[in-house]
């Protein structure tokens, strides 16, 4: 079989290639992925090449596939999984594997294994583990958007709550408690909101802050108050950079008890500090936001950490039952995080998106692994005469500007093929 994919062989070493799959073992299987989103931890990989925990000491010689948050359909079951797995399932794959101790990954470790190419072989220990979902939804590219928001999932799920002479943790946000989301308006934080308002522990007031008043916009237009209501939470959006004395205005929004839940999603020392002023007590803040600073800091008031409990957890990735539940949450329709996705394209807009991702603004970048195209922002859909990015651009104004399953099946149908 041959593939089409784009290999990782050093620093800043990518390249799109065509080149020729192995047959597959008894306990494999073959793979064609449709789709994979594009995500900052496979920059940090490109630029870092052997130096990255998860790339192959040896991957100048034995190139790896990019990518893993990608969706695809199963081609060819090996003998070993035939009983669980079919040609024709969709799929998706949580790639933190943790496979006998090792760090390997898809999308980071493997010569075969990504979701930047066209046809994969997918290896034993992903069955293994129980990391090969099947995805029963529609639409693509909501598989493609499960690995980043099994991460928001893994948050919520993280964060813990305490009672007095007990030192058990209750696990999970406040049921009908006070949760901020700070700098909240990225594609992140809007995975974040639509949870908040979706899941089944909702709190009864949200929080969203951020700086940019075209995000805040954005956030409200799409996860709209009226929305929140009718699940019975209040959503509130603050633009913090016009008021004064903006922890104040945040206290008074919960009548001067502060927040069970503190989300902070960009890691802004004065961010997370003012995160810490607004717990509750026995609040907690979770930093979900991943610095590249290995001596990145912040003050946190130790005072109320001895005598209001408050605490601190921070996440990374998402496990497997984070992933299922977003699935299952997407296919059923309960949550819709399009709205993370700002820019698609085809396998050969990989390269230099990856590689200029910190440079490129908005959110989620998707690419359909089997077509031609340039990347494109979907706000700027339709402003030259070609007339596919015509009827898309139509297409996605009927949907609030968000890259939906009718828009997916129309560019599949009808892009250049690569």
């Known amino acids: 079989m041959l593939t089409k994919a784009v290999r990782l062989y050093g ?17 494999q299987i073959l793979a064609h992925i449709v789709s994979d989103s594009i995500c900052m931890s496979s920059y940090k990989a490109s630029i870092q090449g052997r130096d990255h925990k998860r790339v192959p000491d040896n991957v100048s010689d034995n190139p790896i596939i990019i990518g893993h948050e990608f969706c695809g359909e199963i081609i060819e079951v090996g003998a070993k999984w035939t009983d669980k797995f079919k040609p024709g399932n969709k799929f998706a794959i949580q790639p933190a594997l943790n496979y006998k101790g090792s760090l390997a990954a898809p999308g980071y470790s493997y010569p075969y294994t990504g979701g930047s190419a066209t046809y994969i072989i997918i290896p034993n220990e992903v069955m293994e583990l129980g990391c090969l979902l099947e995805y029963k939804g529609d639409s693509y590219f909501y598989g493609s958007l499960s690995e980043p928001m099994s991460c ?10 305490t009672e007095n002479g007990s030192y058990v943790h209750n696990m999970g946000i406040v049921p009908q408690g006070n949760m901020a989301i700070l700098a909240g308006a990225g594609p992140m934080g809007l995975g974040a909101i639509d949870y908040a308002i979706h899941c089944d522990r909702k709190p009864k007031l949200v929080v969203v802050t951020d700086i940019d008043q075209a995000r805040l916009d954005r956030a409200a237009s799409i996860y709209t108050v009226k929305e929140a209501a009718n699940n019975g939470v209040v959503l509130k959006y603050v633009n913090t950079q016009n008021i004064d004395n903006a922890t104040a205005y945040l206290m008074k929004l919960t009548d001067g008890v502060g927040y069970d839940d503190v989300f902070v999603y960009a890691p802004v020392r004065p961010v997370i500090e003012q995160g810490d002023a607004i717990l509750a007590k026995d609040g907690c803040l979770n930093f979900f936001a991943g610095p590249t600073n ?3 800091t912040a003050e946190f008031n130790f005072y109320n950490v001895h ?3 408050t605490h601190v957890a921070g996440t990374s990735g998402g496990n497997t039952d984070d992933m299922v539940e977003s699935l299952q949450m997407m296919e059923t329709g309960k949550i819709n995080p399009s709205a993370m996705i700002t820019h698609v394209g085809g396998l050969n ?3 230099d998106t990856t590689i200029s991702l910190p440079q490129i603004p908005g959110g989620k970048k998707l690419v359909y692994t089997n077509i031609d195209m340039e990347l494109t922002a979907i706000d700027e859909l339709g402003q030259g005469k070609d007339p596919l990015s015509q009827k898309l651009a139509e297409i996605v104004s009927r949907h609030n500007g968000l890259w939906c399953s ?13």
């Open 307 to 309: 005598y209001a409990s």
């Open 349 to 351: 807009s990989v390269v």
């Open 11 to 27: 620093k800043n070493d990518l390249r799109l290639e065509e080149f020729e799959l192995p047959a597959i073992k008894d306990d």
């Open 152 to 161: 928001i999932v893994g948050a919520y799920h993280a964060n813990y709550h």
């Open 406 to 418: 009718e828009a997916e099946k129309y560019l599949l149908a009808n892009a250049k093929k690569i």
């Open 294 to 296: 290995p001596n990145f």
